[in-house]
């Protein structure tokens, strides 16, 4: 872009730097509000005194929170839930991206497995036949409903995106590796697998926070509280009173007596493997927003 | 080629991922046929008495259905709509600037609320909006009375719309950004020489240039139309605002999990699916005529 040195264009350039500070500030100042609520006294949260920092600064959210078995047993069945969820995609997603990257001329069944592959993708039956399924295979309160169920509706995204990948590798490669007598298996783990760290870290990292934010199945597959994983622990937090005779004073009753600390505590702590792995996604999700592209 | 044979062990290749695609995506499509029954649990799919079209006869005469699919396209429309403009205007704000340090910071703030789930920021806005939280205590500042945000039906739409704006703008600038860097810079060097200024230049340049990538994402959200976001409404919502802020997701989890109507709730989702999965179909379909997208 050219630089212009007027005094106008200067001027339009601080607005503009403020407008947008002030609007990236409100992304951030949410998450430090709650961090700032779990370092608070009790009484100053409730009073509504805390704002952007912790009043009578202390712990002891934190102290209350290592009490709670609960939470730490379904943080370790979120922790599994993730490997078991990102680490079977790490393993099917090539294996069905392969076959699908090759065209109809060297693989005759490609388009029809393809479109059914995107069939399941566009289509679903709905939540209740997606719960008498589960229930009739008897994998309520196994983890393997989390792992299978989220990994099917997630996986072909992923295939897609790794079939892109694959297809812009060089053609020469394969085609040298043929002449030398490689068979399927031996290209796509030793020439393609290792070519395409890119786009598997990118559906890895896919894989891991979906299944770390998944809550819904959880709440319905899971019929004990001792099974749920971290975000449905925490989904559920809020109390549940009657639907048809709950009144404003009780919501606002039912906000004031939550122990809102603790739960800032507890949001705040399922943040942060979030936050963690953040550094990777930013360096690598900017492959996979781009699912699709626009082909000669 | 020497690929003769290949085939068979493409076929292995994709035999496991296919079988778990077929298990948790396709047999639970079969389960839509309760929408056509009289299901009693008792005697499963294969034993209930098929009563064709009544459920859905029955459905349309309830006000609680159409209510929620007002609520629906009401959200969700407004929700694309913002989705669209937002991220456009800002990526074009972030554009202008010229300090990368500073680009790229606020790029990275903005992007983070996108990989949250909406049981964390769901908690975290519940906060933010509390009867005594931040948001009530900068207002109480200009003398205005507190307000029970989340527990206004009128307000619970439009709270739901813009925390989904704000969630998703930033992720969605990526797009519209890598559409502006594949501008050519001789473009603007030729308006500068032609004596055009910065709003010249964003009218005449800018805007031509990312008008493709703009088009596209309008008609791919088409697919979006009655997805209104069951996990963002379901961590919001609450009894006093069913009238405005309840969807068909979150109504077919209450009356199919909770009130265990199972043929309403199954016929409810049943109809979101196929409408939701002709309308995703023809987005692909204008996308491709429009601008020569597939997604593989």
């Known amino acids: ?296 | 080629m020497r690929t003769k044979g290949f085939a068979k062990h493409y076929y292995f290749m994709l035999a496991p991922g296919f079988v778990w695609l077929i298990l948790f995506s396709i047999v639970p499509m079969f389960g839509i046929v309760i929408a056509f029954q009289n299901y009693n649990p008792g005697q499963g799919v294969f034993g209930s008495e098929f009563i064709g079209l009544e459920t859905f006869k029955y459905m349309f005469t309830l006000n609680d259905t159409m209510n929620v699919f007002y609520n629906t396209i009401f959200i969700a429309i407004m929700k694309i709509i913002g989705n669209l403009i937002v991220p456009l205007v800002f990526a074009l704000m972030l554009n202008e600037v010229r300090y990368m340090g500073l680009k790229r910071s606020i790029q990275t703030i903005v992007y983070l609320p996108h990989f949250l789930s909406w049981v964390i920021l769901g908690g975290v806005l519940l906060d933010i909006f509390a009867y005594q939280g931040p948001v009530n205590q900068m207002l109480g500042a200009f003398g205005v009375d507190p307000v029970l945000f989340f527990g206004r039906a009128d307000l619970f739409p439009f709270l739901v719309i813009g925390s989904d704006i704000w969630k998703e703008f930033g992720f969605n600038t990526i797009i519209y950004l890598a559409a502006l860097t594949g501008i050519n810079p001789a473009l603007y060097e030729a308006a500068g020489i032609d004596g055009a200024n910065r709003l010249k230049m964003l009218w005449h340049v800018t805007l031509p240039g990312i008008r493709t990538t703009a088009v596209l994402l309008a008609v791919l959200s088409l697919g979006n139309v009655l997805n209104a976001g069951f996990d963002q409404i379901f961590n919001l919502y609450n009894p006093l605002v069913y009238s405005t802020g309840d969807i068909i997701d979150t109504w077919v989890y209450r009356a199919g999990l909770l009130n265990l109507q199972y043929e309403l709730a199954t016929a409810v989702g049943l109809l979101k699916s196929v409408v939701g999965f002709i309308l995703i179909s023809l987005s692909y379909y204008l996308a491709y005529k429009f601008t020569n997208y597939r997604i593989f």
Request: charged residues 15%; proline residues 4%.
């Open chain 1, 1 to 296: 872009m050219l630089r212009s040195k007027s005094l106008s264009s200067k001027v339009a350039d601080v607005v503009l730097i403020s407008i947008l500070v002030i609007v990236a500030l409100t992304c951030i100042l949410p998450l430090w509000y709650t961090l700032s609520l779990s370092l608070s006294s009790k009484t100053a949260a409730a009073a509504g005194a805390v704002a952007l920092w912790p009043v009578d600064f202390n712990f002891d959210s934190y102290k209350q929170l290592l009490q709670d078995g609960q939470f730490f047993k379904s943080f370790w069945i979120s922790i599994q839930r993730v490997v078991l969820g990102a680490g079977l995609n790490f393993i099917i997603v090539p294996l069905m991206a392969y076959p699908l990257s090759k065209t109809v001329k060297d693989f005759k069944g490609r388009n029809v497995l393809m479109w059914t592959l995107i069939f399941t993708m566009l289509f679903n039956g709905g939540l209740i036949p997606l719960y008498l399924t589960i229930k009739g295979y008897g994998l309520m309160n196994s983890i393997w409903a989390l792992v299978l169920v989220g990994g099917a509706q997630t996986i072909v995204f992923n295939i897609i995106l790794t079939i892109n990948f694959f297809r812009n590798l060089p053609k020469s490669l394969e085609e040298a590796a043929l002449v030398d007598g490689a068979g399927p298996w031996y290209i796509l783990f030793k020439l393609y697998i290792p070519l395409s760290i890119p786009v598997l870290a990118t559906i890895s990292l896919f894989s891991i926070v979906y299944h770390w934010n998944e809550f819904l199945y959880g709440l319905i597959f899971m019929t004990r509280e001792e099974f749920y994983p971290l975000q449905t622990y925490i989904q559920q937090l809020v109390v549940s009173v009657d639907p048809s005779t709950m009144t404003e004073d009780q919501y606002k009753r039912m906000s004031e007596l939550s122990n809102r600390t603790l739960d800032a505590a507890k949001i705040f702590i399922a943040m942060i493997p979030v936050l963690l792995v953040y550094p990777f996604l930013q360096k690598y999700f900017i492959h996979g927003i781009t699912l699709g592209s626009v082909k000669e």
